[in-house]
């Protein structure tokens, strides 16, 4: 990857490469059964519970800035989650993507303006301790796009197509429409925007929008639409029902609000988004040991979330101690479904509190908590104990059940402390740092990590069982941006 | 424990030792920051720390200058009543790069450049570039040299090693 950055060399084209990026490496031998990852997801704040990760991105001035006069760049990223003996997939290429291809240029035609082709994804900014980008637009979206920049105001126009960042392999064009607004002043700063997707249907095309008709929710989730067909019209296997084509629209609105520069506070952050998601097209099952698509954009398309989160630096001893800390909200709500949990019907809420005192200027102490809550919508989601393979339904054994386990409910606790080497000086997010760590884990949720044991009854005829709800890591890690 | 203990010892000994000036030296010291489209700003008073810090260290005593003036006169401006200290000019650009998987990427390109005004074919030079990443939308070019100087200031310590080496002969 970096050779075939390189050669984008600067003598090459006669104008100017600039090479970036960002790496995380880390050593988490896990003894209890485990993946090396603390809990589950960053929800519990990103430290110990993220693999590694690579990214590296080109910008090529073809024109660079110079006063008044015309611009243009090249932008290039390649980015993935795996490194050679750090993770399962063994530094293998297929975990990476060009994720990020486009051209700006400025001042032609209008000062302050940056017009941009290729992909467009936005962010009003970044809550470090989550690894999250609550107000994000238009990530799944290459079009075209144009900014009016200066020291206070920032709006943007944008428009293109998610077809492949939605559908990928089974295209169909979804084009997309949205603008943003920020308004910034001293030490405080607004801002909102929204993009709308909107999926015609497309006569003919089997990856359009369409709905099976005459299905039931629950044989969908079943995966056994085409078994109750069959049960129902025994030998019209040949005359089942044709999809009903129909149109798709989802939307996303975020709004941001900052301030800070005052007292210990360096800087707050509120960020919030509420969205209806794109439903999907269609899944597959047999019919009288032929693939059949089931179109189910009726039964996914009322997946609503909303997102609130809420970050905030501060100088607790200048030079000293500094503090940073999260609170994160989440609650998705799916109008078509009412009887299997899913991540689409849940709500969560979360705290981190991150301490970082500093012996020296390169050696600091880090000491980081978490609280969290995940709750199912639709009935028991998780499993607290050794033998709960077996319940189901209201925590009762049921072969029929969709539900999972003996509760609704995972609670969550983290605590997390080590050495920090960081070369460039103090700072919560100053980078590269080297970190030696020890972090544990409690839930009430059964081996509430990603781990390799007994998750079906064949396994469990086979295999012993393991009951623990605590989980010690020690984490040997690097982080740096470039 | 031990293991602990001892790293912490080794992070308090000075890694190096630092060359010195033969004699106390005065050195009129500027600093200019500049963006590509808009010209000359206004720099914060603490991203100059970091350098007071490594010419102090060497025995050199800082003496800040204002400069305000187009690229080509800034030494000329500098020079201007020297009497007999020395010169460093650190003249930065500092540009908006792109938005990187949450941090925004700037990068700072730094020209650092010292001399006796008395021999000004014997200047020495240094012509680098500074990436930072910073945390937030808000924070400007001002913001990309603070986070800038540590790997500035240890440049112009080099520059200054250079200085005091060439002089010792």
């Known amino acids: 990857m970096l050779s075939w950055l390189l050669i984008a060399s600067p003598l090459a084209h006669g104008g100017r490469a600039d090479v970036?990026?960002?790496?995380?490496?880390?050593?988490?031998?896990?003894?209890?059964?485990?993946?090396?990852?603390?809990?589950?997801?960053?929800?519990?704040?990103?430290?110990?519970?993220?693999?590694?990760?690579?990214?590296?991105?080109?910008?090529?001035?073809v024109l660079e800035p110079s006063g008044d006069a015309p611009w243009t760049n090249l932008h290039v990223r390649m980015e993935g989650g795996s490194i050679t003996n750090a993770d399962g997939q063994n530094g293998g290429l297929n975990a990476f993507r060009m994720s990020q291809v486009y051209i700006e240029s400025g001042n032609v035609g209008i000062d302050n303006v940056t017009w941009r082709v290729g992909t467009l994804e936005y962010y009003f900014g970044y809550m470090g301790l989550y690894d999250m980008r609550p107000a994000t637009l238009f990530a799944?979206?290459?079009?075209?796009?144009?900014?009016?920049?200066?020291?206070?105001?920032?709006?943007?126009?944008?428009?293109?197509?998610?077809?492949?960042?939605?559908?990928?392999?089974?295209?169909?064009?979804?084009?997309?429409?949205?603008?943003?607004?920020?308004?910034?002043?001293?030490?405080?700063?607004?801002?909102?925007?929204?993009?709308?997707?909107?999926?015609?249907?497309?006569a003919g095309s089997v990856n359009a929008p369409y709905q099976t008709p005459n299905i039931e929710y629950e044989d969908w989730v079943r995966g056994e639409v085409a078994e109750r067909y069959i049960e129902d019209f025994p030998g019209l296997e040949d005359f089942f029902p044709d999809p009903e084509p129909r149109s798709a629209l989802s939307w996303t609105a975020v709004g941001h609000l900052g301030f800070g520069g005052f007292g210990p506070l360096q800087w707050n952050n509120t960020f919030v988004r509420y969205g209806l998601a794109h439903p999907q097209t269609f899944t597959e099952e047999l019919l009288v040991g032929d693939p059949v698509q089931i179109y189910v954009k009726d039964f996914t398309d009322q997946r609503r979330s909303l997102l609130i989160g809420n970050e905030m630096q501060l100088s607790v001893v200048p030079q000293r101690l500094d503090a940073a800390w999260g609170v994160l909200y989440g609650d998705q709500s799916d109008g078509d479904n009412s009887i299997i949990p899913s991540d689409d019907a849940r709500w969560y809420a979360s705290t981190v509190l991150r301490l970082q005192a500093y012996a020296t200027p390169t050696v600091h102490f880090l000491a980081e908590s978490s609280l969290a809550r995940e709750q199912s919508k639709n009935g028991n989601a998780f499993r607290e104990h050794a033998d709960s393979i077996f319940a189901n339904t209201d925590g009762r054994p049921d072969v029929r059940g969709l539900q999972n386990g003996d509760t609704d409910t995972r609670d969550t606790l983290q605590l997390k402390g080590g050495v920090v080497l960081n070369p460039l000086g103090p700072g919560i997010f100053a980078r590269p740092s080297l970190r030696l760590l020890y972090g544990v884990q409690f839930s009430n949720v059964n081996n509430a990590f990603g781990n390799s044991f007994v998750e079906s009854l064949e396994q469990y005829d086979d295999f012993d069982t393991v009951e623990q709800h605590a989980h010690h890591l020690v984490a040997l890690e690097a982080e740096v941006w470039f | 424990m031990r293991a602990l203990f001892a790293l912490l010892l080794l992070a308090g000994c000075p890694k190096t030792v630092v060359l010195q000036a033969p004699v106390p030296t005065q050195v009129r010291v500027a600093t200019v920051l500049e963006s590509p489209t808009e010209g000359q700003l206004e720099e914060r008073a603490s991203a100059r720390g970091a350098i007071t810090a490594e010419l102090q260290k060497r025995n050199?005593?800082?003496?800040?200058?204002?400069?305000?003036?187009?690229?080509?006169?800034?030494?000329?401006?500098?020079?201007?009543?020297?009497?007999?200290?020395?010169?460093?000019?650190?003249?930065?650009?500092?540009?908006?790069?792109?938005?990187?998987n949450g941090r925004y990427r700037w990068t700072v390109d730094v020209q650092a450049r010292l001399a006796d005004p008395a021999q000004p074919d014997d200047a020495i030079e240094a012509k680098f570039t500074v990436p930072v990443h910073l945390l937030y939308s808000h924070q400007r070019e001002a913001d990309a040299l603070v986070s800038a100087m540590p790997s500035i200031a240890r440049r112009v310590g080099v520059l200054l090693d250079e200085w005091i080496t060439s002089h010792q002969q």
Do not use: C
């Open chain 2, 60 to 100: 050199f005593t800082p003496v800040p200058v204002e400069v305000h003036a187009p690229h080509h006169k800034r030494f000329e401006v500098l020079a201007d009543g020297a009497d007999g200290a020395l010169l460093l000019l650190v003249e930065s650009s500092a540009r908006y790069s792109s938005q990187m």
């Open chain 1, 140 to 202: 799944q979206t290459v079009g075209f796009s144009a900014a009016y920049r200066t020291d206070h105001i920032e709006f943007m126009v944008g428009g293109g197509d998610a077809g492949y960042g939605i559908r990928k392999e089974r295209y169909s064009a979804i084009p997309t429409g949205g603008a943003l607004l920020r308004v910034r002043v001293p030490n405080f700063e607004i801002g909102g925007g929204a993009e709308v997707l909107y999926e015609p249907g497309v």
């Open chain 1, 20 to 61: 970036g990026g960002y790496f995380r490496i880390a050593a988490r031998p896990d003894l209890q059964g485990g993946a090396g990852r603390l809990g589950y997801w960053n929800l519990y704040g990103r430290l110990m519970n993220e693999g590694s990760y690579g990214m590296i991105e080109l910008r090529y001035d």
